[in-house]
């Protein structure tokens, strides 16, 4: 198993990358080797371990690595009102997985019969 590198890139910048792609490849090799890169054009998340889980969200033109406690606790001191957003997102989502999964459990409980 390898590292995985989340990269969400900024449609406002296709223009310039599709002008120029070099600049971009050497982003995403940056990004690949550890560094953050957070422009214009792109945000890169830390590589993480493919063994590893990692939760994020696209919002407000960036993305967030809600399953990093440190990283959200940070955000609920420095931007409040975006982090309540996110919590409001990501709790809505988790109640939708959480009665799909219930939904897909009593399914096949009732298979097993």
């Given amino acids: ?5 989340t990269i ?4 406002d910048e296709y223009h310039e990358i599709a002008k120029d792609p070099k600049p971009t490849i ?7 080797s550890g560094n953050r890169v957070n ?4 945000v890169s998340q830390v ?3 493919s063994s590893e889980t ?3 969200a696209c919002s407000g033109n960036t993305t ?3 399953s990093d406690s440190l990283h959200m606790e940070e955000m609920s001191t420095n931007h409040p009102h975006f982090f309540a957003e996110l919590a409001v997102a990501v709790a809505e989502c988790g109640h939708r997985l959480t009665k799909l999964w219930a939904g897909v459990h009593k399914k ?3 298979e097993s019969f």
């Fill in 64 to 66: 967030v690595p809600v």
């Fill in 108 to 110: 096949k409980k009732r």
């Fill in 8 to 11: 969400t890139f900024r449609n």
């Fill in 39 to 42: 422009d214009n054009s792109m």
């Fill in 47 to 49: 590589p993480v371990h």
């Fill in 1 to 5: 198993m390898g590292y995985l590198t």
């Fill in 26 to 32: 050497e982003k995403i090799q940056a990004a690949m």
């Fill in 54 to 56: 990692v939760i994020y």
